[in-house]
């Protein structure tokens, strides 16, 4: 996928290379095209319908690889286990190591994948909504960890989706996702550990979100990792939370009082 601002189209670069075989998940498109937020889950159905569709099979062996290593490889990772795919696993390294390692490349136009029939089983646990997470705050309840970088977190720039508010939620924790990353790929089980658990000071449930429930995911791969089992991702994450016409609470710079 493309973050706003970024002129390079996925589907593109998958067009011109990609490793021999794979088929290409758009993160845009297998979503709720009912929401006004990016990328939302799919319902079951939709899911079930779209994945067939790429020839997978919730029973399947599933290896995803982006082009940066690991940055939306985890959404789908994340979005498959969501709907009942148990063998689901990243490439780590992503794209480049694989050339690097001059493993077999297609440059073909991409072929369409044999059907196939995907039975999605939603797990509401992985997932949280905004009043349940509101909820949470307001009891003073549980960890929120923020995958976005610190700048936006304290909201000292600009947030990259135009209109925005920027800052953080009550209580939230910020642990940019890139601190767990190294070389395309999640940091030692031990290294997640040490970084993970200092900040969870209020213990469970713990929430993972980000800008808008991409990188959040990488954040609850690297708690799946570490050991830590229960944890559940914001999907409408800042892009929902951060929206001018909510009324959403929120603390900017750090400071006492919310905007």
């Not at 009912?34 to 997978?56: C, K, N, R, W, Y």
């Not at 995907?118 to 549980?142: M, Y």
Request: charged share 20%; glycine share 10%; aromatic share 8%.
């Amino acid at each position: 996928m493309a973050m706003p601002g970024d002129d390079e189209d996925g589907f593109e670069k998958f067009r011109r290379e990609r490793i021999t075989g794979a088929v290409y998940f758009d993160i845009d498109q297998i979503a709720d095209q009912t929401s006004d937020l990016p990328h939302m889950i799919a319902g079951p159905e939709q899911f079930s319908v779209q994945m067939g569709e790429l020839g997978i099979s919730e029973d399947d062996a599933i290896v995803i690889y982006d082009g940066s290593g690991l940055f939306s490889s985890a959404r789908v990772w994340w979005n498959l286990r969501l709907m009942g795919a148990q063998n689901v696993r990243i490439l780590e390294g992503g794209f480049k190591a694989w050339k690097d390692g001059n493993y077999p490349t297609d440059t073909d136009a991409p072929k369409q994948p044999e059907p196939a029939s995907f039975k999605a089983s939603f797990n509401p646990q992985q997932v949280i909504s905004s009043s349940q997470l509101l909820d949470l705050i307001n009891q003073g309840k549980g960890t929120i960890l923020d995958a976005r970088s610190l700048a936006r977190f304290n909201g000292s720039v600009d947030e990259p989706r135009k209109g925005l508010h920027s800052g953080h939620m009550p209580s939230a924790v910020s642990l940019p996702f890139t601190d767990l990353v190294s070389d395309g790929a999640l940091i030692s089980d031990d290294r997640l550990k040490q970084v993970i658990e200092p900040l969870l000071a209020n213990g469970e449930p713990i929430v993972t979100t980000c800008g808008s429930g991409v990188t959040a995911a990488v954040l609850s791969m690297a708690l799946t990792s570490a050991g830590y089992d229960s944890h559940r991702l914001f999907d409408g994450s800042w892009t929902e939370w951060g929206n001018p016409d909510s009324d959403f609470p929120i603390i900017k710079n750090n400071a006492d009082d919310p905007v």
